[in-house]
């Protein structure tokens, strides 16, 4: 991520570097390519204006506020919606604190005390089904009319059917949350227009990869991760270096049948990624999960794995 990239969680007053922002507004749960035209609207608005251009998102998503527990397969928890935010040219990213207060705002209020006074924007993007406020009574039209009342431009965007990939029709964050339960990685990849990725810090492990002849980099994902598990070709980038491997996502059932954990094998590396910030992504599914009648079975069943992953990073 930029280091010129700002977050911000539940400023007070205008951040300091953000004043006067022009802001995409919304959950962005993924940041797919539905998405991206909200945002494109915002960073042409912001450009027009001259003015910083950041993602106004909120956390924890709605639907698990408002379940009482953890509902929603998190496309791309806070950490990663920040880095992908980044990498969409974005100056920052504003984070609002979801919660039976924030929900049982009146929406006049919210754009009021919210959006004008405290957090000082220029300029608003929404979609045109974007709802906030106390039982979701505000609407696209509502934020329009508000900001014109208030002096803050507003802009809605209407539905976007297509982009240079081609249809949007399919395009949802539904969609490819149902993709990754099933594996199909490429699918997610078409529509988020992005490898799917996630993030984590490199933990240490019981070393059983390590004496299987494969050490692996072990990173437990988000609670709320529900990616099929199984065997992946994937890369995984530290230090700002990204490096091929196969990843394994479950339960290692051969061994321990285990809380699910993200085991990284990265091809012809020798280092020492213990404590390390890295970022792994997936280009394809090599296979599902299994339980093996011994560990050499295993073991040439990992080797046909890696072969199998490095045909598919090859052909990427």
């Not at 539905?159 to 949007?168: A, F, P, V």
Request: proline fraction near 5%; charge should be neutral.
């Amino acid at each position: 991520m930029s280091q010129n990239f700002l977050v911000v969680r539940d400023p007070v007053s205008p951040p300091a570097g953000l004043e006067g922002a022009v802001a995409a507004i919304g959950n962005f749960d993924g940041l797919h390519r539905g998405h991206r035209g909200v945002i494109a609207r915002a960073q042409a608005l912001a450009t027009k204006l001259g003015r910083p251009c950041v993602l106004l998102t909120f956390e924890p998503h709605p639907a698990d506020v408002f379940a009482g527990k953890p509902v929603i397969f998190r496309l791309t928890p806070p950490d990663a919606k920040a880095a992908q935010a980044a990498r969409l040219g974005l100056d920052g990213m504003i984070v609002l604190t979801f919660n039976r207060d924030l929900a049982a705002c009146p929406a006049e209020r919210f754009v009021r005390d919210i959006l004008v006074t405290r957090l000082g924007l220029s300029a608003i993007v929404a979609g045109y089904d974007f709802r906030f406020g106390a039982g979701r009574k505000g609407d696209a039209a509502f934020l329009a009319s508000e900001g014109a009342r208030l002096g803050v431009s507003v802009e809605i965007v209407d539905r976007i059917t297509k982009d240079e990939e081609g249809s949007l029709e399919a395009v949802s964050s539904t969609a490819t949350r149902e993709a990754l339960e099933k594996g199909d990685v490429e699918l997610a990849r078409h529509l988020l227009g992005h490898p799917y990725f996630v993030r984590g810090v490199v933990r240490p492990g019981d070393k059983r990869g390590r004496h299987l002849g494969f050490p692996t980099a072990n990173i437990a994902l988000d609670p709320s991760n529900r990616l099929r598990h199984g065997v992946y070709a994937a890369t995984l980038e530290a230090d700002g270096v990204v490096r091929e491997g196969a990843a394994s996502f479950g339960r290692r059932p051969t061994f321990d049948n285990g809380p699910p954990l993200l085991e990284v094998f990265v091809f012809d590396f020798s280092g020492d990624l213990y404590g390390k910030a890295v970022e792994v992504a997936f280009f394809g599914f090599v296979r599902g999960e299994a339980k093996f009648e011994s560990v050499d079975a295993l073991i040439a069943q990992m080797e046909d794995d890696c072969l199998k992953a490095r045909d598919i990073l090859q052909r990427r």
